[in-house]
């Protein structure tokens, strides 16, 4: 039997690259980080979380939300994804960046249908370099202790646990991954919108 699936949305990170708190750029008149809720919120899963750092817990824009506040070092994605696995580890995660302004439900959908249980994750491919996406991905609880020795080893990419699990890796969705770090990728990801 396939263990729950719930959701966590990362919005987490220091956004150092961007300048801005990635989860406030607008997109169409709306926060990023509510378009990516309202997406999760349309697959109806039971379960929902916006994964924070502890310093954003007064944050308006989060507050307003079911939050999980990291409770291992903040130290990127994988901070958030631990943290959900430790607070109901008998849960798989569907887990979504909050920069994926692209994304949308039919891709994401796509995923949930793709879903592979006996795996211990299951992945998009990158348009870019054809590695599995950990940002937009199941992880289910299997993949739970090696995260785990990882981030107690001081390695923090989620991408390279994904190299080390079995994995269900998915046909790379198009353009819908590309993440936005940059205010030129920002632009770039608004004039695409407007072209929708």
């Given amino acids: 039997m396939s263990a729950p699936l719930s959701a966590l949305l990362l ?22 980080l509510l378009r990516a809720w309202e997406l999760l919120q349309g697959t ?24 999980l506040a990291d409770t291992v070092q903040s130290v990127g994605p994988v901070a958030g994804i631990v943290t959900a696995q430790q607070a109901f580890p008998d849960d798989a995660w569907l887990v979504l960046a909050c920069d994926l302004p692209l994304l949308d439900a039919t891709t994401l959908q796509a995923l949930i249908d793709a879903r ?30 090696l995260l785990r020795q990882r ?27 590309d993440n ?4 030129a990728e920002l632009l770039q990801a608004r004039r695409q919108l407007e072209l929708q």
């Fill in 11 to 32: 919005s987490g990170g220091a956004s150092r690259r961007m300048a801005a708190d990635k989860a406030h750029l607008e997109y169409d008149g709306r926060p990023q």
């Fill in 44 to 67: 109806g899963l039971a379960r929902a979380f916006v994964s924070i750092n502890p310093g954003q817990q007064c944050d308006a824009l989060r507050s307003g939300l079911p939050t």
């Fill in 116 to 145: 592979d249980a006996t795996c211990d994750a299951t992945a998009f491919s990158s348009r870019h370099d054809g590695l599995p996406e950990p940002l937009c991905a199941i992880w289910e609880p299997t993949s739970a202790p």
């Fill in 151 to 177: 981030l107690d080893a001081g390695h923090y990419c989620p991408r390279k646990a994904l190299l080390q699990l079995r994995i269900r890796q998915l046909a790379a969705p198009g353009p819908a991954l």
């Fill in 180 to 183: 936005v770090n940059t205010p």
